[in-house]
């Protein structure tokens, strides 16, 4: 890859992870991208940096732009290491006359690289400064998804710096979202809202809103993974908003794990009976569907039926890790209901409905328990429960 | 009455204001929120608060 200009002396010199596959549990398959952003004005600024592995790709990148000792300010977005990682050595090599971020930036940089010496000018919203033809706005975005975090606004250039907002995993060697298939940049925004936001929902909202009633014109996003945002900015928008307010589809999810395929059989029983009343399904078997993508799926469906098996007296290693990722993802407006096969006490089941409930999940019926292996009679009431779910779904459309 | 700081991400609790929207009125002073409430803004506990003006 080489700099990419985004806008008048305006450069992408970030660094492509083709190789990386898991974000501590998200999986990403397609890699990613850490973009690090330089503007050269009277100032020269660079946004971000990227994984301390990569440091000698950004400075190649800014090399070919500027020598990276003429930049002036470092402006840090955000602090998570994998946009900050090449911090320390960049500071050292670079000397620059200021290190831009929030209060809450200084203090994570702080805690991260324990460095007092560095020139920390800390900003708040509404604060801009002056680097000469052009001004950076900040805008705070707290718990976007870190405590640290903020956006960078060019109003001359409308070019909003998202950091890891509006951002996707994936590494290509294209830079923006006209220049790939838009259905899979989608489907990549959607999962990483979906594993990375969608527990602040409520401040995307805010933002959102805030944004809107400010008339900021904006009419490029650069976040700090993934394609930038030029041709389709209105719809990326548009898919925060809609995500941020839990929209969902007429679409329910079969979440499930076996031992012995009877809470299996169970799974297609209720998919048979959503089907029936004409919902969406998705049937994800955890010993073959990843948590990110059950996530990703879940984003906008409406209803989620969830099943264990009883093992040692509690639900199966995948279920419980399944679950805690959900609780710690934060859905809402979901219409959930749960199932399983079990042998004696059918605590995994419990436990399931019992975890729903406390996501405020509205539950549809007591959870359907099947011992040891499903008659006809069982299944069929798991597609007549199915159905009711499904009319539910329908019901809330 | 008390305003109280989340150290975690800057939220303030104003009694005043109260979180309606996660069940604690307006009115409500710092030691009635109840335990079980979180920041609403990055979901941590009450000990992770602190008077503030």
Redesign the interface.
């Known amino acids: 890859m080489t700099s990419t200009e985004i806008k008048n002396d305006i450069f992408w010199v970030g660094a492509i992870d083709w190789n990386v596959r898991d974000f501590h549990g998200y999986s990403i398959p397609s890699g990613t991208s850490y973009n690090a952003y330089l503007v050269k004005d009277q100032k020269t600024v660079l946004f971000d940096t990227v994984k301390k592995e990569f440091l000698d790709t950004l400075l190649l990148h800014i090399g070919q732009v500027v020598e990276p000792e003429k930049i002036d300010y470092i402006v840090v977005n955000h602090v998570e290491m994998d946009h900050s990682g090449a911090l320390p050595m960049l500071i050292d090599i670079v000397k620059p006359e200021k290190v831009i971020c929030s209060?809450?930036g200084k203090r994570a940089l702080l805690a991260h690289y324990h460095r007092d010496d560095w020139p920390y000018e800390v900003v708040a919203t509404g604060d801009s400064i002056d680097i000469g033809s052009r001004t950076i706005k900040f805008i705070e975005t707290?718990?976007l998804h870190w405590?640290d975090s903020m956006m960078s606004y060019i109003p001359q250039e409308r070019l909003l710096i998202s950091q890891d907002g509006f951002g996707q995993h994936w590494a290509t060697s294209e830079r923006f979202d006209d220049e790939v298939d838009l259905g899979e940049l989608m489907y990549q925004a959607k999962k990483y809202f979906a594993n990375i936001l969608m527990?602040y929902s409520?401040?995307v909202q805010k933002l959102l809103g805030e944004v809107r009633s400010s008339g900021v014109e904006i009419d490029m996003i650069a976040p700090d993974h993934g394609l930038i945002w030029r041709s389709h900015v209105g719809d990326i928008v548009q898919s925060y908003d809609d995500w941020s307010l839990h929209k969902c589809k007429a679409k329910a999810l079969v979440v499930y794990d076996t031992m012995w395929h009877s809470t299996e059989m169970m799974a297609m029983a209720f998919a048979e009976g959503l089907e029936a009343e004409g919902v969406s399904v998705k049937v994800c078997d955890l010993s073959v569907s990843h948590r990110a993508d059950v996530m990703t799926e879940l984003l906008d469906a409406k209803a989620v039926v969830f099943g264990s098996s009883t093992i040692n007296n509690s639900v199966l290693p995948r279920v419980a890790d399944m679950l805690a990722y959900m609780k710690g993802l934060r859905p809402a407006g979901k219409i959930g209901a749960a199932f399983g096969s079990y042998g004696w006490g059918g605590e995994g089941v419990k436990y399931v409905a019992a975890m729903l409930e406390e996501m405020k999940f509205e539950m549809i019926d007591e959870p359907l328990k099947v011992v040891y292996v499903p008659t006809a009679d069982d299944l069929a009431r798991c597609t007549e429960l199915g159905r009711k779910i499904g009319q539910a779904v329908k019901e809330s459309q | 009455m008390q305003k109280y700081v989340c150290i975690v991400c800057g939220y303030v609790y104003n009694p005043e204001v109260g979180d309606p929207d996660n069940g604690v009125q307006p009115g409500t002073p710092w030691q009635d929120v109840p335990e079980t409430w979180v920041c609403p803004l990055c979901g941590v506990g009450k000990d992770q608060f602190e008077e503030t003006d």
Do not use: F, G
């Open positions: 209060a809450m707290r718990m405590p527990l409520n401040t």
